[in-house]
């Protein structure tokens, strides 16, 4: 992962621009900073779970699982840098900061007209600072790629921004960030996680959702997919109806124990048709509930729950 982080960063040092869309072909892609769902709205879906799976991504549902006591948690994910940047930064930040602190760093990240990214000095120390917070390989990692980063730019009039290259939406809003994130709702909230973290096993998997249940042996009572489908909808193309889906979801019954709640799919307002081009409701979904709840930006939103 490390020469292919180097490759994307070069890439866009050279070119000139940022990359900003997802290229699910690619196992090395900027990342999400920060998750575009209001994991509030459902985060009490985790509670009384133990063993969870997960897509990684930004990692904020599974620092919001860790909060409601899931300190077990396998998490997989097609984009390899989401292991790095999730495990390694994100937690490192976590457990090194203050809640203030945590905020204020964050908000470093994220470059705007009256926010100026880091310089390439502040950005090693920044990133150095953390290295004693994180497991041997991701410090290896952080530690190559920001003196790699350093040297490719040191003699450019204007560097660019090293988290603008590796995240796909380093946008900082505070209340953003409290409303969608319990974790970061109150100072209390966040200890609760820190001190979590430090009793929890996490591990990743560079895996594909298509394939879960030929990729983990385990039993778990709470699997999380994200807003899943509109990548099935990518792989599948014109095989993409409901009897795809059923069978995909009766395949994932070898990982699930027998309390088993399947967090398929997450709903953004006024996305309500998920499956373009073909007449099926979410009521068609056997054994599904669709909890609702508010959008914080507008409408309301959806949570697609299997039950076992």
């Not at 991504?57 to 599974?62: A, L, R, T």
């Not at 290259?165 to 409290?178: E, G, H, V, Y």
Request: aromatic share 14%.
């Amino acid at each position: 992962m490390l020469e292919e982080t180097k490759k994307l960063i070069e890439r866009q040092v050279k070119d000139g621009f940022y990359f900003d869309l997802i290229d699910y072909k690619s196992i090395c892609q900027p990342v999400y900073l920060w998750t575009n769902e209001n994991v509030r709205g459902y985060q009490n879906l985790f509670e009384g779970k133990k063993n969870a799976l997960s897509v990684l991504s930004s990692g904020d549902q599974i620092f919001n699982m860790l909060l409601k006591g899931v300190i077990k948690i396998d998490t997989f994910d097609n984009n390899g840098l989401t292991e790095y940047f999730t495990l390694g930064l994100k937690k490192a930040m976590i457990l090194k900061y203050s809640y203030e602190e945590f905020l204020i760093k964050t908000k470093k990240m994220c470059s705007s007209h009256d926010n100026p990214a880091m310089s390439l000095d502040e950005l090693s120390v920044f990133v150095k600072e953390l290295l004693p917070y994180m497991e041997e390989r991701y410090a290896k990692f952080w530690n190559e790629i920001v003196e790699f980063n350093y040297k490719l730019q040191k003699n450019n009039k204007k560097s660019k921004d090293l988290f603008d290259m590796l995240c796909a939406n380093n946008i900082f809003s505070l209340n953003s960030l409290k409303n969608r994130n319990q974790y970061l709702f109150s100072k209390e909230d966040y200890e609760l996680l820190r001190s979590n973290l430090l009793k929890s096993t996490i591990t990743f998997k560079l895996a594909n959702a298509i394939d879960l249940k030929n990729s983990f042996n385990d039993k778990y009572d709470l699997i999380f997919l994200s807003n899943i489908l509109n990548y099935f909808r990518y792989v599948w193309q014109d095989n993409w109806t409901i009897e795809t889906l059923i069978d995909y979801i009766n395949g994932l019954d070898k990982i699930e124990d027998e309390n088993c709640d399947l967090l398929l799919h997450y709903v953004f307002s006024g996305k309500s048709n998920i499956f373009t081009g073909a007449q099926v409701k979410l009521e068609e979904i056997p054994n599904s509930s669709v909890i609702t709840f508010s959008g914080l930006l507008q409408g309301n939103e959806k949570m697609i729950v299997i039950k076992k």
